[in-house]
């Protein structure tokens, strides 16, 4: 099914589980140089290990780098030093290949195409057949509740409504890697719950793998079976935490004194990472 | 709970608030009836005019009383009628009453330059009318997006027709709307032939070759950083070129037929169309931009499916302005040679010749090309960019 993995997977990755890594980073550096002459570090010597099938959260406060990894994975950024693969394949050649679905902070949806079509976009240019087109984005715009919006415009949708949208678009291309960039930040809460509970629905119904950027402890907890822990100026990891909880999850889960522990530790984490501020 | 905050206790809240809503109206109705009988009462005491030398009083022997009478019968009935919009409806009848009555007495050979009775009661007309259009524009659909304009522009004409013709205007300075309407009618022929000339051959051409260019340019411009950087100011120069000084060398260059002419329109229309074509293209969001590039999309998928769509907003706005930069344009080249058609050419041969009448048609069909011109584009730019935030249906 997927590309044969790489010869040897990281000390996290074994501990974890056997499964094969379908994105594996290596001391990955990204500076960006500024009109004042003082470059800016994104990205400090960043290595990480992701399996398949696991659901893994980046957290950490703003400018930590937790986006610019995610967009480094999608080759959206080039890192000026280290190595990346994602499913044994450069960047470059796994977006051109479109393994992966990405979903934005902001739903990005075209004002000028309906629901339907938003979705049908990514299989356009695929080339796949109109019909072919249509059953999928019909397939996907059910799986996220949104069967009967096919012709409703984007504005006409409720903002939950259109990052749902955002999402089926993502799932249309049946990537085996999803990757999610704060997707949830912009909503209200009760509908951050519901879209919670739906997200982990989907990825233990589809075994996808999911990498998820949030600030948000509890929706980490919640979702991921490993949270990564960043820390800003220079951006880098500071601990990667397993998070075994049941991969079925409701949302009581987070009355649990394990979840409290998990989220515990994450706080910590972080709480560690902002002693390096003034 | 739920219940308690929702259904039953809003439905009696907004029946008072539509109670209040209907006496306050009523009450200013009123107000606006006392304005109008005002300058009425005013008008009864001067006279309508003056008829072989002789001054001529309301009750004076013509006809004028019964405009009167059936003026306030309407005035009276769109008080009574069921529905204020129904009352409009029959207060408009008042209105296209009072304004054939300055018709009726011209027709009659009243002289109405003194007839201070007939200007007060048109005064009064106007005033009825401003409240008919007030009902009417409430209206949903048609009535308010046809119906209203098209009556104040139709009042405006006729304004103009009884004041031109009340006051004995001369033609040469300002004709009657009738007159031109009349002049339209048995020219037509030449009208037409000058219609094909310069608007059919001239415009049509060169607004197509100058917008085609402008966008053309604005693409490879868009690809070719160094072309948006050194056209951009050069547009800037472009838009302060007086068309009068242009327009001899094109003609000098490119003969007198409509080559000439359409060099200036795309002199006029290259540069605002590369512009907004430019501003379009640039007009797609990055993250928009991420979405594209994220599904392996190269320069032509995402020129295609991403940045037109977006930048059609503003090419639209390129087009409408260049509608009437164009006809601008192909009517003054006009001026500085042509065989021996065209608009311009008209305009400026039968102004020498005093012949104010044809151009003044000729200025209708201009004005009425534009008009439909730059409609037309406003009507596709509705059916295409329904989506745009400005266009969305509410």
């Known amino acids: 099914m997927h590309s044969p993995s ?16 379908i994105v594996q980073a290596k001391n990955l550096s990204l500076i960006y140089p500024t009109a004042d002459g003082k470059p800016v570090t994104a990205l400090s010597e960043v290595s990480l290990t992701i399996a398949k099938g696991d659901f893994v959260s980046l957290i950490g406060p703003s400018g930590c780098g ?11 950024e080039r890192p000026t030093a ?5 499913e044994g394949l450069t960047p470059e050649q796994a977006r051109l290949k479109r393994l992966y679905g990405y979903v934005f902070q902001a739903p990005a949806l075209y004002p000028w195409r309906t629901v339907e079509r938003n979705v049908m976009l990514p299989l356009e240019i695929m080339g796949l057949s109109r019909a072919e087109r249509q059953a999928r984005a019909r397939e996907e715009l059910g799986r996220v509740g949104l069967a009967g919006f096919e012709r409703k415009f984007p504005w006409q949708l409720s903002g939950g409504m259109q990052q749902r949208a955002s999402i089926a678009r993502a799932l249309a291309l049946k990537p085996d890697l999803l990757l999610m960039d704060e997707p949830f930040g912009a909503l209200d809460e009760i509908t951050r719950d519901h879209l919670n509970l739906h997200l982990t629905q989907l990825w233990r119904g589809t075994g996808k793998t999911c990498v998820f950027v949030t600030h948000s402890i509890a929706e980490a907890v919640f979702l991921s079976t490993r949270i990564v822990v960043m820390s800003p100026r220079p951006g880098r990891i500071l601990d990667v935490i397993d998070c075994d909880l049941p991969r079925e999850r409701t949302l009581d889960i987070r009355e649990s004194p394990e979840f409290a522990a998990i989220a515990h530790r994450v706080r910590d984490g972080l709480k560690e990472g902002h002693s390096y501020d003034d | 709970m739920s219940q308690t905050t929702n259904g039953p206790d809003n439905g009696p809240g907004n029946e008072l608030d539509n109670g209040a809503y209907r006496t306050s109206l009523g009450a200013s109705v009123d ?22 030398g002789e001054t001529l009083s309301w009750f004076g022997g013509s006809m004028a009383p019964m405009f009167l009478i059936g003026v306030v019968l309407t005035v009276v009935g769109g008080r009574t009628a069921p529905s204020r919009r129904k009352g409009a409806w029959v207060e408009l009848a008042g209105v296209v009453m009072a304004w054939l009555l300055p018709l009726h007495l011209l027709n009659e050979g009243v002289d109405l330059s003194a007839g ?4 007060l009661f048109l005064i009064a007309a106007i005033l009825l009318l401003w409240r008919v259009l007030g009902a009417l524009s409430a209206a949903p659909g048609w009535t308010r997006s046809v119906v209203v304009p098209g009556l104040f522009g139709l009042g405006l004409l006729v304004a103009w027709e009884v004041l031109v013709r009340g006051f004995q205007v001369p033609a040469i300075l300002l004709p009657a709307p009738s007159r031109i309407a009349g002049a339209l009618a048995q020219h037509a022929p030449v009208l037409w032939d000058d219609f094909g000339q310069t608007v059919l051959t001239s415009v049509v051409r060169g607004y197509v070759m100058g917008c085609g260019a402008g966008f053309a340019v604005a693409i490879l411009a868009d690809r070719v950083p160094f072309l948006a950087r050194g056209l951009l100011p050069l547009g800037n120069l ?14 000098m260059w490119f003969g007198f037929d409509w080559p000439s002419k359409a060099a ?59 509608s009437t930069l164009a006809l601008i344009g192909a009517i003054v080249a006009e001026f500085f040679g042509t065989p021996v058609v065209g608009m311009g050419f008209r305009i400026s041969t039968e102004v020498a010749r005093m012949n104010l009448d044809i151009v003044w048609a000729t200025i209708t069909v201009a004005a009425l ?4 011109f730059y409609g037309g584009l406003a009507l596709l730019e509705r059916a295409t960019t329904a989506w745009h935030p400005s266009m969305r249906q509410r």
Request: charged share 10%.
């Open chain 2, 116 to 119: 201070w009775g007939v200007w």
């Open chain 1, 82 to 86: 280290g190595t990346i693969t994602v």
């Open chain 2, 238 to 251: 472009a838009s302060a070129i007086p068309v009068v000084g242009i327009a001899p060398i094109m003609v």
């Open chain 2, 31 to 52: 107000w606006g009836l006392l304005a109008l009988i005002l300058p009425t009462l005013a008008a009864l005491t001067q006279p309508v005019g003056t008829l072989n």
């Open chain 1, 66 to 76: 937790k986006t610019t990894l995610l967009r480094v994975i999608a080759d959206l």
């Open chain 2, 369 to 372: 090309t534009g008009s439909g």
């Open chain 2, 264 to 322: 200036v329109i795309v002199v006029m229309t290259f540069f605002p169309m590369l512009i907004n074509t430019l501003a379009g293209l640039a007009s797609a969001e990055r993250i928009q931009l991420d979405l594209m590039r994220s599904y392996g999309a190269g320069y032509g998928r995402t020129l295609v499916k991403l940045r037109l769509p977006n930048a059609l907003p503003f090419l639209f706005n390129g087009l409408k302005i260049n």
């Open chain 1, 6 to 21: 790489p010869p040897h997977a990281s000390g996290a990755t074994v501990r974890q589980a056997p499964a094969a890594p």
